[in-house]
């Protein structure tokens, strides 16, 4: 496998796109009408893809996914170096804490919050 992308179905693409550049602290590598990149990794990357777009995409022939939109669908795990910091610096409308920074049973330290379109994002400060 030469390359790995993960694509999030997204209500507003500037606001998502503006959410992940502040959070990742990192510009798109990819901006075209209906898509948003960010690279992660040499060979990963995260896209961002508007709800509409995904549903006529694949023909209308899935369910309407703005019908769950805030509905949790997926959660991004992600180490940083200051996760108090990014938290405190993406948090307001439609962005919220879940879970507050701790260790966890696996012994990592996450934080919980959600992206404006309620996707889980766990953020673990690297060790």
């Known amino acids: 496998m030469e390359e790995i992308e993960f694509i999030l179905y997204v209500e507003d693409i500037e606001r ?37 777009s995904v549903f006529n995409l694949l023909e209308k022939k899935i369910m309407d996914p703005q019908l769950g939109n805030g509905i949790p669908r997926c959660e991004l795990y992600l180490r940083f170096d200051d996760v108090r910091e990014r938290i405190n610096q993406v948090l307001g409308d439609k962005v919220q804490e879940i879970s507050n920074l701790r260790r966890r049973d696996w012994g990592d330290d996450v934080a919980y919050i959600s992206d404006p379109d309620g996707h889980i994002i766990a953020m673990v400060e690297k060790n």
């Open 16 to 52: 998502s796109k503006n959410f992940y550049a502040k959070l990742l602290q990192k510009d798109p590598v990819s901006e075209v009408e209906g898509m948003v990149e960010f690279r992660l990794a040499d060979n990963v990357k995260l896209g961002l893809m508007p709800e509409e």
